[in-house]
């Protein structure tokens, strides 16, 4: 039985990942962390309830983060010191600090994964513009997210966008710089365009263009139940992990 701590378990995604985990026969919510969770009574008697990181003190294998961009690096960091290995879906850990939170799992020997999205359709998008940017060097991403959320662009839509200029062939890109803020932010040379609107859940598309033709790839996420397939795939492989890896198409 796999012992778990949610982070972020009064927040959309964690309530997700809370109903997740109580209907796996192999998974045991032991503790939840939230600035409301102590006042709560959505989480069962014996279920630990912590309203702050100092507070946490419990005995866990896994410790699955959806909290904010703002403590998702110390909230790694302490799962890892504490040997509870991290399923991270909290959008906003720069690469430098990934690059520390991986030095620090080799170090204390325990694996984990940084995903920036669960959705198996944004995984497969990211895997297909990829091949794509092959062909069609010239890219850009537009992404959509719900109003509530707090970083811009998305993890995803960066992770994409360093994807596409890791495989393309920059002697065949025609893009140039541009200072103009209406072509997005510039991310490996890449412009993303970011949406905020209620209404939305979560969606992206990369749009492709070379001479006289186009291709889009789009992918939509119209419910945060969506995101728990990949969680569940990630909750059944981070015990075996043996380092901190990132994206969830390195465990699929």
Not at 130 to 150: L, N, S, T
Not at 226 to 244: H, N, P
Request: hydrophobic fraction near 40%.
């Amino acid at each position: 039985m796999k012992k778990i701590l949610i982070a972020g378990a009064t927040g959309s995604m964690g309530r997700q990942a809370v109903q997740l985990v109580e209907k796996l026969p192999d998974c045991q919510l032991v503790a939840v962390l939230a600035p409301t969770a102590s006042s709560s009574s959505d989480f069962k008697p014996e279920v630990k309830r912590f309203d702050n990181l100092a507070m946490v003190d419990i005995a866990a294998d896994i410790w699955i983060d959806f909290t904010t961009p703002q403590a998702v690096y110390e909230n790694t960091k302490f799962a890892l010191k504490h040997h509870m290995h991290p399923i991270v879906g909290t959008s906003g850990l720069t690469p430098e600090q990934t690059k520390k939170l991986q030095a620090i799992a080799r170090k204390e020997k325990i694996g984990g994964i940084i995903a920036p999205n669960f959705g198996l359709s944004a995984v497969l998008l990211m895997k297909f513009a990829q091949e794509a940017a092959r062909y069609f060097p010239d890219a850009e991403v537009i992404e959509m997210h719900h109003a509530d959320k707090r970083d811009a662009p998305s993890a995803t839509a960066i992770a994409t966008a360093k994807l596409i200029a890791e495989n393309r062939n920059s002697a065949n890109c025609s893009q140039t710089e541009n200072d103009s803020q209406a072509r997005g932010a510039d991310y490996y040379g890449v412009p993303v365009h970011s949406v905020r609107l209620p209404g939305y859940i979560a969606h992206e598309q990369v749009l492709f263009g070379g001479p006289g033709e186009a291709l889009t790839i789009r992918q939509d996420s119209f419910s945060r139940s969506s995101f728990m397939q990949g969680v569940k795939v990630a909750l059944s492989r981070v015990m075996d992990l043996t380092d901190l890896v990132v994206g969830l198409d390195q465990i699929l």
